[in-house]
């Protein structure tokens, strides 16, 4: 079972940045892709960005596109996630899954960490 770790939410001002961090205990044929998915309160999850462990192909949702930027260190089995420019509305807990590509995410998640943004 392929366990993930995040690591650095917290609370920022609007046009600051944050890095989160999500550490995986392994990579097998199951986590190929890693992505962020997010949950503001009293909405539904959405996806936030992905990448695969192999080619570093990226992909990200409309809102954040310009904004945030995610990477991967392999040697370190993490996943990164740069966000600048925040928003009140990127108020949410984000959460980092694993899957077999950037498409079928979900196999895998971690814990949450919550970002709060004010204004």
Request: aromatic share 10%; hydrophobic share 40%.
């Given at each position: 079972q392929v366990q993930?770790?995040?690591?650095?939410?917290?609370?920022?001002?609007?046009g600051g940045s944050?890095?989160?961090?999500?550490?995986?205990?392994?990579?097998?044929?199951r986590n190929t892709a890693?992505?962020?998915?997010?949950?503001?309160?009293?909405?539904?999850?959405?996806?936030?960005?992905?990448?695969?462990?192999?080619?570093?192909?990226?992909t990200y949702a409309d809102s954040v596109l310009g904004r945030f930027t995610i990477s991967k260190d392999n040697s370190k089995n993490t996943?990164?996630?740069?966000?600048?420019?925040?928003?009140?509305?990127?108020?949410?807990v984000y959460?980092?899954?694993g899957g077999t590509s950037t498409r079928n995410l979900g196999a895998y998640w971690g814990q949450g960490t919550q970002v709060t943004v004010s204004s």
């Open positions: 993930l770790a995040e690591s650095g939410g917290g609370l920022v001002q609007a944050l890095r989160l961090s999500c550490a995986a205990s392994e990579r097998t044929f890693m992505g962020w998915f997010r949950q503001a309160p009293g909405k539904e999850r959405e996806f936030v960005a992905a990448i695969t462990w192999n080619t570093g192909r990226t996943v990164y996630l740069q966000m600048n420019n925040l928003k009140p509305e990127d108020t949410a959460s980092c899954t």
